[in-house]
C-alpha cells in the first residue's frame, strides 16, 4: 500500500474544516452567533472563575490580538461578555462570561452537539476514538 501524498491530505483537511464550518454556522446562526463567537463564549465556560485575558482568548480561538478585538467588541454591545480591566496591570484586561452569554452558550450548544452527532454520524464510535487520537496528536 502506498503512502497518500501529504500535501493531498493536508488539502483534504482544509476542505473538511470548510465544510465543518458550513455545517455548523447555520445552526448556531439561528441563536444569533458565528461560530468563532461560540468558540469565544465556550472557552469562557470552562475557564477558571469564566475570565480569560484577551491575549489567551485570542491564542485558545485561534486569532490574533486585533482579530479578538475585533470579535469581542459587538459580543460585548449585545451583552454576552464582559471587559474587565485588571487594577496591577491597566494593559491588561479580563474578558469574562455573563449571564446573557451562558444562556446563549447553553441554547446553542445544543444546536451544535446535535450537528456534530449528525456530521459525525457515518463514522463509528471506534473510528470516532480514532480520529480524536489522531486530531490531537496533530495539535
Keep these: 500500500m502506498t503512502a497518500i501524498k501529504q500535501s493531498t491530505l493536508l488539502i483534504s483537511l482544509i476542505n473538511l474544516n470548510t465544510r465543518l464550518e458550513k455545517s455548523l454556522s447555520g445552526p448556531l446562526s439561528l441563536h444569533g452567533i458565528s461560530l468563532t463567537e461560540y468558540m469565544v463564549l465556550r472557552q469562557l465556560a470552562q475557564a477558571p472563575e469564566q475570565k480569560l485575558r484577551r491575549i489567551d482568548l485570542a491564542q485558545q480561538v485561534g486569532l490574533s490580538a486585533s482579530g479578538v478585538t475585533r470579535l469581542l467588541n459587538p459580543m460585548e454591545k449585545t451583552g454576552l461578555i464582559d471587559k474587565e480591566q485588571v487594577e496591577r496591570d491597566a494593559r491588561v484586561s479580563l474578558v469574562t462570561l455573563t449571564s446573557a452569554g451562558k444562556k446563549i ?35
Design 105 to 139: 452558550l447553553a441554547d446553542a450548544g445544543t444546536s451544535f452537539d446535535q450537528s456534530a452527532q449528525a456530521l459525525l454520524a457515518p463514522l463509528k464510535p471506534a473510528e470516532q476514538n480514532t480520529l480524536q487520537a489522531l486530531v490531537s496528536a496533530l495539535l
